[in-house]
């Protein structure tokens, strides 16, 4: 007689069961079949790498064309203003397109892009090129000259690349801003960077609903205090009316103005500026990271090439945006450098329903998919049906980045995406290192769910306590990498000194010429050297793998009329990883209402934009703060996470976060 329990048993694990199967640290072997045609297989490298230190990096170099070859791989005498393969000199966009054309791939499919309502583009490296050359000649006509910073804001479109690639020809360093970034946005990044050419679009679908972009653009431009020349692409056509102003211009007349122009891509040398990517700190202002052209280049073609096992004949999709340094690195610069097919996709994972990726793996047999862990939630939550309906036969590699992955997730990615055929890639790394630094290499490493793995070779990572001594294994402390690598962001945009306090400041020695780079990530390491990243150690929070600055968001509550204080802090969130929770003090005499509300969610989206909106505003006559007058904003986060409240005896106002906590329970 069967018995019940036996067959629960032998049934999917229970909750508990695969707990403990991922608490005891259950390695996955990557599947034979992968491994003999990885990219990557000899374990070798690593030791490789560590007694080739930093020569080794010529493998990383040699994946891209140089115009003169480079002189020194690395030269430290202004540490930390490392330089790269200094004396080379290339172009990325030729790196990008010509070589491949000139290789004979001129028919192959470099990008192939998926409108949200169901139309399709595919752009050959043939047609990639001529439609770079045409704008870049478009480019320098308006005014463009070598060095000057080009914004884009641009949402999912394949102009957006374009526009990239063309700024790369002509030695003009872009400045990409987020689509989803407010008007405000865009004006502060175009004045720190003194940007005075912008590419934007008239809109864009979401949900099936035009967006109209340029009145966000448009009002971005009053903000900016200098002259700007702007370059729109007529995206929704006749769905949206739009019109051109003064310094204006409509892209395809541009580039039909230049159809055949031929514009020799300018060598730069390994040092000059590829590009600036803002991204958020511990203060209100937003830092410029600035990525050069030879070490940032090579550094996303090795990664592409050893960690995505990304080849020519690939249809290789990174789900990201190119708003984002994912985008940068891993749909357009690591894999067109490898000359491979980079899929595109403008919209949303759920329209017109939520098989709407897996629908696109399908149709495009795509090869390898990467992902964020929030995505991989969002997934699990709306259920197995949705890929199941597909064919995902063609996948060979999944990975995962910007933040932690439970290990819940990673199984599900991992079985229900990948068939359990598919290594899965947890990459660690930063807007700031360019590309990936710490991850298993699929072709090598044994998986453990919730850990990213070893630091990739020639990285030197290490998880220190407080004092900068190494923590044993099995303990928690703060994530380092103590020596330089080709893909690290060179400074900040204009600013050194804030290069040197953010991120070399706690652990090195400048008296002893020792430098160690502090990512503000709290990590843990185990005995077999596999690295589990805990998250930021700063004000700096993670919502839907977006990085938030917690200091910009209460700079913004604080504008609003009637507020006298706020304090942001992020909290669990089951799909977003974090969610914005924001605690604010009104003035007197004003009155906590619905209005009152939503003019702070407003002066969110505003300044900073939808991606920031708190999940809950809580109003609180008071903060609580120690008695040296210090917010604890670790109570607050516990607040907002539901959990266990710490001890208050510390505080001066105990007596609020029974107040405070009573309030959310509520909500
Ligand atoms: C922060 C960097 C990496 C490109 C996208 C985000 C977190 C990123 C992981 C990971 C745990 C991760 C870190 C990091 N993060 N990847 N695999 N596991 N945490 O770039 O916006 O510069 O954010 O994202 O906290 O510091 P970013």
New binding site residues.
């Given amino acids: 007689m069967p018995d019940e329990s036996s067959e629960r048993e032998s049934g999917d694990d229970t909750e508990s069961a695969l707990e403990a199967r991922l608490a005891a640290g259950e390695t996955y072997e990557p599947p034979a079949s992968f491994v003999e045609q990885a990219n990557v297989s000899d374990p070798g490298i690593y030791d490789d790498f560590e007694e080739n230190w930093p020569d080794c990096w010529e493998q990383a170099a040699d994946l891209v064309s140089w115009f003169d070859e480079y002189d020194t791989v690395l030269e430290d005498e202004d540490a930390p203003f490392y330089r790269w393969f200094t004396g080379g000199t290339l172009n990325a966009s030729y790196n990008c397109l010509d070589r491949h054309v000139e290789d004979g791939a001129k028919n192959r499919a470099a990008i192939k892009w998926e409108g949200e309502l169901g139309e399709t583009r595919t752009y050959t490296y043939g047609d990639l090129l001529n439609e770079v050359e045409a704008f870049a000649a478009a480019l320098q006509e308006l005014g463009v000259e070598e060095d000057d910073v080009v914004t884009l804001y641009m949402p999912m479109i394949p102009e957006l690349p374009i526009a990239m690639l063309a700024c790369a020809r002509i030695g003009a360093p872009h400045s990409v801003v987020f689509a989803g970034f407010s008007a405000d946005a865009l004006a502060t990044r175009m004045n720190a960077a003194e940007s005075e050419y912008l590419v934007t679009c008239d809109g864009y679908y979401r949900r099936g609903d035009p967006l109209n972009h340029k009145e966000k653009a448009d009002k971005g431009l009053r903000g900016v205090d200098h002259d700007v020349e702007t370059v729109v692409v007529d995206r929704l056509g006749d769905e949206l009316e739009h019109f051109l102003g003064a310094n204006a211009h409509d892209y395809d007349e541009l580039v039909s103005d230049h159809a055949g122009a031929s514009v020799e891509p300018v060598e730069r040398d390994a040092e000059d500026m590829l590009f600036l990517m803002y991204?958020?700190g511990t203060t209100g202002q937003p830092k410029g990271?600035k990525h050069t052209t030879g070490g940032y280049l090579s550094y996303a073609a090795w990664t592409s090439h050893a960690v995505l096992d990304v080849k020519p004949e690939d249809t290789y999709w990174c789900a990201?945006d190119i708003g984002?340094?994912?985008g940068h690195?891993y749909i357009v610069y690591g894999p067109l450098t490898l000359g491979t097919t980079t899929m595109m996709y403008e919209g949303t994972p759920d329209y017109p329903d939520k098989d709407r990726l897996w629908e696109l793996i399908e149709t495009n047999t795509v090869d390898i998919f990467y992902t964020?862990?929030t995505a991989i939630r969002a997934f699990m939550k709306w259920g197995t049906g949705y890929p199941d309906a597909h064919d995902l036969s063609s996948l060979r590699l999944l990975g995962?980045?910007?933040?932690?992955?439970n290990p819940r997730a990673w199984t599900w990615y991992y079985e229900h995406i990948g068939g359990e055929s598919c290594p899965v890639v947890?990459?660690?790394?930063?807007?700031?290192?360019g590309g990936?630094m710490?991850?298993t290499l699929p072709g090598i490493g044994e998986m453990k769910p919730g850990s990213?793995g070893p630091p990739l070779p020639g990285i030197d990572a290490k998880i220190v306590d407080a004092a900068g001594e190494e923590v044993g294994a099995g303990n928690a402390g703060y994530?380092t990498v103590q020596n330089p690598w080709p893909g690290m962001l060179r400074t900040l945009y204009n600013n050194d000194d804030r290069f040197l306090n953010e991120y070399w400041q706690e652990y090195s020695d400048p008296d002893a010429d020792e430098w160690v780079y502090f990512?503000?990530?709290g990590a843990k390491i185990d005995e077999d050297g596999s690295i589990?990243?805990?998250?930021?150690v700063d004000d700096?929070i993670?919502v839907s793998?977006?990085?938030l600055g917690t200091m910009e968001i209460e700079s913004a509550i604080v504008g609003v009329e009637g507020v006298a204080e706020a304090a942001v802090v992020g909290g669990d969130h089951e799909v977003k990883g974090q969610a914005v929770y924001a605690y604010v003090i009104l003035e007197d005499g004003q009155e906590a209402t619905d209005g009152m509300h939503d003019r702070i969610v407003e002066g969110v989206e505003d300044s900073i934009g939808p991606i920031a909106r708190p999940e809950e505003v809580l109003f609180t006559p008071e903060l609580p703060k120690t008695r040296s007058g210090k917010i604890m904003r670790r109570l607050l986060e516990d607040i907002a996470s539901g959990e266990e409240l710490g001890d208050t005896s510390t505080l001066r106002n105990p007596e609020i976060v029974e107040e405070i906590a009573d309030q959310v329970g509520e909500n």
């Avoid at 995962?400 to 992955?405: A, D, F, L, W």
């Avoid at 947890?426 to 290192?433: A, L, R």
């Avoid at 589990?532 to 930021?536: D, P, Q």
């Fill in positions: 991204t958020s990271v990201a984002w340094i994912t690195s964020a862990p995962t980045v910007g933040e932690p992955i947890d990459t660690w790394w930063q807007t700031e290192t990936m710490i991850t990213a994530l990512p503000e990530d589990t990243v805990l998250g930021r700096v993670n793998g977006h990085r």
